[in-house]
């Protein structure tokens, strides 16, 4: 497991784990039924408070990447890739209206938009 | 969760000084740093928890229980490290040991021992010749070796140089991944207290300005910076402090979201630390006055 947090950022630490433990879940460099840290290790490696690694698991437990088994530790949950990518797809379709919603304010064009989506894409090569 | 510290209404007057109804307390498992500025009364505080000092009213249990009724049981269970070492200047480390060591029943020669190889402490050079950081550290490796559950510390760091005070708050760290201890340590240095407390007690004036978990104070607290024509009667007392500049103004809040409701992205935000909390805070009291 890889994590690398930064204080610098605005976004809230325990955030920012989440987010890196989800994208190794997702990835697959985190295995279904890994163990996980303990949060006492987590927040002794990572200089951080043992609050801020508990909200994180309590946050990734709720939205089904993880198990906390008491007195056993915490694992990666059993789930299938499907259901994975289809939360991630979901997150993605969130951003999408986000990005909509602001174009909309503006007055960008769909056709607009979309040559933006082409170009970022690298779908124009 | 069980509670390691529970502190209620605790009072004392001295007359020019007077601690001031100070309630707080610490779960089992966490690091509560204890923050203000000299002569705040955090040394006042940790004196009246080890009952070195009489409180007038309020009440102070450790463990669940009153530290006063149950003094030697609960003592057996804390560690305490003081900031001014120490009455046994000719002794060395190893007689000073032998004294100590027959009060606690749980003495552990075996952590002492490592204790000591890990902070290097010279066991045969007398005390008054330890630098700072040797005399703080074997203070450390006397008050953890009879397996404290309960460890308070009255400014560890201040004094020491930048590379013991890491050493120290990395031992503390690994000490905390047994969550049966507890540690309740007060410093002036701040840094030292972001970089490892679980909750934060801020006194001033003895008085509570607030105890909560860093987390939270690191959500409500904020630094905020704009031009001058932004601030307004309303938005200036919305601050727990400002300063003018003649090209922006910097002011602290403690309610993010509410700041943030008002000003929108007219104003730069920025992570406030420990040390601004309590500029900002030291500035309102002082304009209150």
Do not use: C
């Not at chain 1, 379709?93 to 304010?105: L, N, R, W």
Request: aromatic share 8%; glycine share 8%; hydrophobic share 40%.
């Amino acid at each position: 497991m890889k994590i690398i947090i930064s204080n610098a950022s605005a976004e809230p630490i325990y955030e920012q784990i989440g987010k890196q433990i989800k994208a190794q879940i997702i990835s697959g460099d985190l295995k279904e039924g890994e163990g996980l840290p303990s949060i006492r290790k987590l927040a002794k490696e990572l200089h951080i408070s043992v609050i801020t690694t508990k909200r994180t698991y309590v946050e990734l437990e709720k939205e089904g990447f993880i198990d906390v088994v008491g007195g056993k530790g915490t694992f990666v949950a059993i789930q299938n890739k499907e259901l994975l990518r289809e939360k991630k797809m979901k997150s993605i379709e969130d951003m999408m209206g986000d990005i909509v919603a602001e174009a909309q304010k503006l007055g960008i064009s769909f056709s607009e938009l979309q040559e933006m989506l082409t170009i970022l894409y690298g779908a124009d090569e | 969760m069980s509670t390691t510290l529970e502190i209620t209404n605790l009072s004392k007057d001295y007359g020019d000084f007077r601690l001031d109804n100070i309630s707080f307390s610490l779960p089992k498992g966490y690091v509560m740093g204890l923050i203000g500025p000299n002569g705040a009364g955090k040394t006042t505080i940790i004196k009246i928890i080890m009952n070195l000092i009489m409180k007038q009213s309020g009440a102070v249990k450790i463990f669940g229980k009153d530290h006063q009724k149950f003094e030697v049981e609960v003592k057996k269970r804390i560690g305490f490290v003081y900031d001014t070492p120490n009455f046994y200047e000719h002794l060395n480390l190893k007689q000073l040991k032998n004294t100590v060591a027959p009060f606690y029943e749980n003495w552990d020669e075996r952590t002492f021992n490592d204790l000591i190889d890990r902070f290097k402490l010279p066991l045969n050079k007398t005390l008054k010749k330890f630098s700072k950081g040797m005399a703080m550290k074997s203070s450390i490796a006397m008050a953890l070796s009879h397996h404290a559950d309960f460890i308070i510390m009255d400014e560890p760091t201040s004094g020491l140089d930048p590379v013991v005070r890491r050493e120290l708050l990395d031992f503390l760290r690994e000490l905390m991944v047994d969550e049966n201890k507890s540690i309740l340590f007060s410093s002036h240095i701040t840094t030292d207290i972001e970089q490892v407390a679980d909750y934060i007690t801020y006194v001033q004036d003895g008085k509570l300005v607030f105890s909560k978990t860093k987390d939270d104070i690191f959500e409500e607290y904020a630094l905020v910076k704009g031009g001058n024509e932004m601030l307004d009667l309303d938005i200036r007392k919305g601050f727990v402090g400002v300063r003018t500049g003649a090209f922006g103004f910097e002011g602290l809040t403690n309610n993010l979201k509410e700041t943030k409701e008002l000003l929108a992205n007219n104003v730069i935000y920025e992570k406030a630390s420990l040390e601004d909390i309590m500029f900002y805070t030291n500035l309102n009291l002082k304009t209150a006055y």
